[in-house]
């Protein structure tokens, strides 16, 4: 009894975290002062001088020029797309339109999304313009597969989630919000459920078998998940899907993934996603065999101790970032998306770099003494009859304590920050 308590009370504690972000981000959604500007429209329409609110169930900014006359409408998708979800949050998108009524635009005004993949949409020189010179009934009947709207390399689900919300505001009136889009089954989601099965058979399948084709199934997770396919879990996605919702039937394999991820580990005892899905931990693990033993280095106990903290840090860190809603980048705390080079910003590699560099000399050193993820994954994760309530259990709950501090004197907080009285 007491072991299943404890591993309760840290599911527990991964529950009340998450829903403490979600409730703050829709507060920080329903409050921030977020408006649509002039100098964002007067790229698309350049004598734009002022916005005048249409009343109608358009819901949208007729846009004047200095003589007050109507030159074109502005309508952007949320919050009433709210539900459809990129690689990790929702983007606010903006449909600028003419005086004819044809689409002349599309612009991000603002995305909770990783910022390298929304980079990489707004960067692209055609995907953004795949709407202009459609009419509003004609974008909002719009056939996205026909109409040859496919997702940015390296960005496919926010460009998607990007695409859908265009089509699914257009199709509204006040008030109304968009549905979930449908189930929706990529050569991705097939790709991370043939992943799944064989980590679970590497996990928990018969040690001869596990032994034989151990070191070939590390070069595939290199391969394919790292270069490849590229879905892994990390701090930015997880604060993402804290954040804006889970994109269940987008990505329904990233999302089994995730769940595989914190479950198994928690009901199993056998930290499955670091040992057999992660790219990055495999990486080290063929640095660590390939490698001359000479030149492994063994750590003094307190040096080990104090490197160990280091992931609860980031852990404290990211948690902070993700409440404020702060203008930060996650994925430069961790190396995952420097596998997808297009994709990948300068924190990242360099964390990529020196991780691999160290490993090279402490075996497994960025998955011990610096990865984030595997300190949360490694939290959940049950110890046996043995197991009791240690120094990470109660660091959890200071984090809780953090967090509901923050939910509760947020306003106060931010005042505070910007200097207001």
Known sequence: MKTIALQLYRLAVVAVIAWLLRDL?????THRDSPITVDEIKSLLPTAATLRPDTSARDGLFVLDRAEKEIGY??????????????CGVTDALVVLGADWKIIGITVHHSDD???????????????????GLTWDGAAQLNLKEAGIEGVSGATMTSMAIAESVKAR??????????????????????????LATAAAMAFGPAEWRNRWRWPYRLVLIGYVGFVSGDLVAQGLLAGWARG???????????????????????????????HVCPHGAAQ???????????????????????????????????????????????????????LIRSA????LVVAGVGLVASVFVPQAYCRFGCPTGALLNFVRGRGATDGFSARDATALGFVMLAALIHWQYLPLIHWVKGVP
């Open 245 to 275: 919702g889970i994109p269940w039937s987008t990505a329904p394999g990233l999302v089994l993934l995730t769940a595989a991820a914190l479950l198994v580990p928690w009901a199993t005892r056998k930290p499955f996603y670091c040992h």
């Open 74 to 87: 502005v309508v952007r998708t949320q919050p009433y797309c709210r539900d459809i979800i990129g690689y």
């Open 170 to 195: 257009l199709q509204l009136s006040a008030g109304e919000i968009a549905a979930r889009p449908p189930l929706r089954l990529g050569w991705r989601d097939w790709g991370m459920f043939a992943v």
């Open 345 to 348: 910003g300068i924190g990242t």
């Open 114 to 132: 990783t910022k390298d993949h929304v980079r990489d949409v707004v960067t692209d020189r055609r995907f953004l313009k795949k709407w202009n």
């Open 25 to 29: 981000a829709l507060r920080q959604r």
């Open 285 to 339: 693990e063929w640095i660590s065999r390939v490698r001359p033993a000479r030149w492994q280095i063994v750590l003094p106990a307190s040096v080990g101790r104090g490197l160990g903290v280091l992931p609860w840090a980031l852990l404290a860190f990211v948690l902070v970032i993700a409440l404020m809603a702060a203008p930060f980048d996650l994925a430069g705390l961790e190396p995952f998306d420097a596998y």
